[in-house]
């Protein structure tokens, strides 16, 4: 830890970084302010209107798109203005994340304080935010076109991207944390595994349901509308059939809702079966708080579909998938090396 230390820091202070950058983009789309910037200008864009002539330019190229035309079409510019700030604090700590992760990864690279797999994995890295950078004009692209609304498909592909990088930039940390490996019980890394599969799946379908508004409706816990476990919009409202599970409203969210039990019952056999092994200080520390946090999302989950996604609760949902997976990720990393 000690010779690595500042590149630990560094990659520390990257997940720290896209975890605020997930937190406001979860603002961003929870306040519909996601295409109120429909252009993209990559230095010129950092910097937002800076006069009144500047706010009525960007509001007028705002007016020229369907988001404007067929749902904001009553809004003034200070309505504008305060959707267009989160936009931009968005797109603007995505460049700042850039910056962070480039010009030390230079510094870090010349100097040979990087060994030749942390190169490696940090090439990676650096392709995997390239990669969302693109995802996302990919995904606001999708809503200037005929619909006031981003394409859910690429919406999941843009926040899982988000969650895929922070995951990997806290395991090549923990490569340099912990870089001696010891002996490890396969059974249990390969459960954890299917655990963590089984994480992505469901904050898949939650970006689903967020791009699709899925949490609007069916505001009733633990059954469906009607008293129904399964309601019957579940599989009426697309054809074919199976279509009603990635695409429609009902039936993306009956995916979210009942893959939770899914995700608390992995974690919780999990830690029962670790409860027959002999385990580290840091293995354990893992468990516990895995086990805690599976619970407080689940509760959260709970709270945001019955009060119908308030703004505070819907953020709070995604933050604690975030650490949900930083706790799986930590969990899986202590029982592989």
Request: glycine share 8%; net charge positive; with cysteine.
């Given at each position: ?10 990659l520390?202070?990257?997940?720290f ?17 996601g295409?109120?910037?429909s ?22 190229l ?29 797109r ?16 870090f ?14 090439l990676v ?11 996302g ?6 809503g ?7 394409s ?6 843009h ?19 912990y ?11 390969n ?12 904050i898949?379908?939650?970006a ?5 508004d ?5 505001n ?5 509308s ?84 308030p703004?505070?609760?819907g ?11 930083a ?11």
């Amino acid at each position: 830890m000690k010779k690595n230390k500042y590149v630990v820091y560094w990659l520390l202070t990257g997940c720290f970084l896209i975890f605020v950058m997930v937190l406001v983009g979860g603002i961003t789309r929870l306040t519909h302010s996601g295409l109120s910037i429909s252009d993209y200008k990559l230095i010129q864009g950092t910097i937002p209107p800076m006069n009144e002539q500047e706010w009525q330019e960007a509001f007028e190229l705002y007016k020229q798109y369907p988001e404007y035309q067929k749902l904001n079409n009553h809004f003034g510019i200070e309505e504008f203005k305060d959707i267009y700030f989160w936009e931009w604090l968005h797109r603007v700590i995505g460049r700042f994340i850039g910056v962070v992760f480039i010009i030390p990864f230079l510094y870090f690279l010349f100097t040979k304080k990087l060994e030749k797999p942390t190169v490696k994995k940090c090439l990676v890295l650096l392709f995997m935010g390239g990669f969302q950078g693109f995802l996302g004009w990919y995904m606001v692209k999708s809503g200037l076109v005929d619909r006031p609304d981003v394409s859910h498909f690429r919406l999941a592909a843009h926040l899982t991207t988000a969650f895929l990088t922070f995951a990997y930039s806290l395991w090549v940390a923990l490569d340099l944390i912990y870089p001696y490996k010891k002996e490890i019980n396969l059974k249990i890394r390969n459960l954890i595994r299917v655990g963590l599969v089984l994480l992505l799946l469901q904050i898949i379908w939650g970006a689903f349901v967020a791009g699709l508004d899925a949490g609007f409706i069916h505001n009733h816990w633990p059954l469906m509308s009607d008293g129904k476990l399964i309601h019957e919009t579940v599989y009426i409202e697309q054809q074919p059939v199976i279509k009603n599970f990635y695409e429609g409203k009902s039936g993306v969210q009956f995916v979210h809702r009942y893959l939770a039990y899914i995700v608390v019952g992995i974690i919780a056999l999990i830690w029962f079966r670790t409860r027959k092994i002999q385990r580290t200080p840091l293995q354990e520390k893992g468990l516990q708080t895995l086990l805690a946090l599976v619970f407080i999302q689940f509760v959260l989950g709970v709270l945001t579909l019955i009060y119908a996604v308030p703004l505070w609760l819907g953020i709070a949902h995604q933050i604690g998938a975030f650490f949900l997976l930083a706790a799986m990720t930590f969990t899986l990393h202590r029982f592989s090396k």
